[in-house]
């Protein structure tokens, strides 16, 4: 009994895992069906229509679209990080007064749900000039206590014998931490570099909202407007360009599967 | 001579920490404080974006206790929380205890599996939730009637298009909350188990006796956290239905969104935007209250 249980298990879950993947596939296989066929119900299309990945790519603004995502979320990633484990590194490492305050001020954001601010934030954002911009993009997604919280929560561990010896040898605070803690952060670098990432490049809502230049749209938005902007786009390129679409969170996903897992535990723990 | 010194090093370090948190203060105090005040003080006026603000004091929000629409929306953002909630929560734990069981590389196989619709961006999920729940020819449609039921109608029926949209949302989300489920059950102690076997409790009776009271503090967390993100569902929604059909999927974030971005009603979006911010604001205090007083109890 305790064999074919052993054996059961396994099973079941990679049959329910599979259920999980066939939304994904069912994307990925009709993709390739021609116009007429792409409802069809088979596991395997007759005819592979590579063309509709060409039709998707240069009937459409993804190109375009894909940049904009690519250099909003390489760009507020970038600078969250420094940001973040700066912030992080003072109020895990550093003594000055006020710091309880600060730090509970920061977490209390975190109670702050975006669906909420989106209307005031659009308000705020446009009066301080960067509506409709790459500013306006960028800069009002940088700021998420949630990431200082997890560098604070790496720093508290962090060894305290390199710093000391750092100082002893006339670096400065901020040379310490740039020089030193910084470059060793990569353990929670990693995860939350892919979590930004991930979140952003995820990014629809405040796109929507912020941009009204079909020049900066972002992929999503790119994307939402290809299945439902008022034309009618054949199924088979709609998904075309989904796949296109989500061809570099799957690599990112592949790559990095280790740490994203990491970086879910970190959330769950808290 | 040594009091200073020490003094000029504490000073250094004032100004360092401080330096080191300016960008982040000032980015969250205005990307994140001042919008929540100016959704309040916005909330007392007449504003339509395009003319001033007129003082209105209270009027908005006695104008959403009479909005039927209002409240039509906050019926169908209960709905959906009280469909998804138990689902994801049921389904994320159940497939986290299968997971537990599962030993050597089975084990990671099954997880990639369940964690890759996560790398789904929430627009793509739409996109293929409507594909394949097409009323005419959508491949669920196509099961159900090889498993001998009638095709549905799904985002296009009003009495379904909510539990479509719930179940998309689910798809996307069961991995990332199995995964925390899965971290948390991976840290009960073995010897629990074995003790529990020696005195006779296996399966159910471990599940019920051991696992599921050590997860309490995980199962709060995911309980509230998912909670909260239903009450903001969104973008799925806009990209599915936008509110249709006949408003079946008119969720309060949605009804603010249109008030705010499509009707202009700055004044009034604002309002009921603050209105649901109390109540999530507040389900995260009971949050928040429940894991301190947990971390105290340990």
Known sequence: ?270 | MTPKRISARTRNEWVTAYGFLLPNIVGLLVFVFIPIIYAFYASLHDWNALSPKVYAGWANYRELLHDDEWWASVRKTLTFSVVYVPLLFMSSLLSAVMLNAIRGRASGVVRTMFLMPFAITSVISAIIGMFMLDPRNGAVNHILELLGGSPQQFLASTSQAMFSIAGVILWINVGYNMIIFLSAMKEIPRDYYEAAEIDGATGWKSFRYITLPLLKETSTFILIVTTIGSFQALEQILVMTDGGPMNSTQVSVLYIFKQGFDMLNMGYASALAFVLFLIIFCLSLFQLKLLSSKKEGV
Not at chain 1, 24 to 33: G, H, N, T
Not at chain 1, 42 to 53: A, K
Not at chain 1, 233 to 240: D, E, M, R
């Open chain 1, 1 to 270: 009994m305790a064999v074919s249980k052993r054996m059961v298990l396994p099973v079941v879950g990679v049959l329910l895992g599979l259920l999980m993947l066939f939304p994904i596939y069912m994307m990925l296989i009709s993709s390739l069906r021609s116009e007429t066929t792409v409802f069809d119900f088979q596991l395997l299309p007759v005819e592979f229509e590579w063309s509709n990945f060409k039709t998707a790519w240069t009937e459409s603004g993804l190109p375009r679209a894909i940049l904009n995502s690519l250099f909003v979320s390489v760009t507020v990633t970038v600078v969250a990080m420094v940001f973040h484990a700066m912030s992080g590194y003072a109020l895990a490492r550093l003594n000055f007064p006020g710091k309880s305050v600060v730090f509970g001020w920061m977490l209390s954001t975190l109670m702050v749900p975006f669906s909420i601010i989106m209307l005031p934030l659009y308000l705020i954002t446009k009066d301080l000039g960067l509506g409709n911009s790459y500013w306006g993009l960028i800069v009002p997604s940088i700021f998420n206590a949630y990431g200082i919280f997890l560098f604070r929560q790496f720093y508290r561990d962090f060894p305290k014998e390199l710093e000391e010896a750092a100082y002893m040898e006339g670096l400065s605070l901020a040379g310490t931490f740039f020089r030193i803690a910084f470059p060793l952060s990569v353990p929670i670098i990693v995860p939350l570099t892919i979590g930004f990432f991930l979140a952003n490049w995820n990014s629809y809502l405040w796109p929507l909202v912020i941009t009204q230049d079909e020049k900066l749209w972002v992929v999503q938005q790119e994307l939402a407007h290809i299945v439902g902007g008022g034309y009618f786009t054949p199924w088979n390129i709609v998904l075309a360009a989904a796949v296109i679409a989500a061809i570099p969170t799957f690599i990112l996903f592949f790559i990095a599967q280790r740490y994203l897992v990491e970086g879910i535990k970190m959330s769950g723990i808290k």
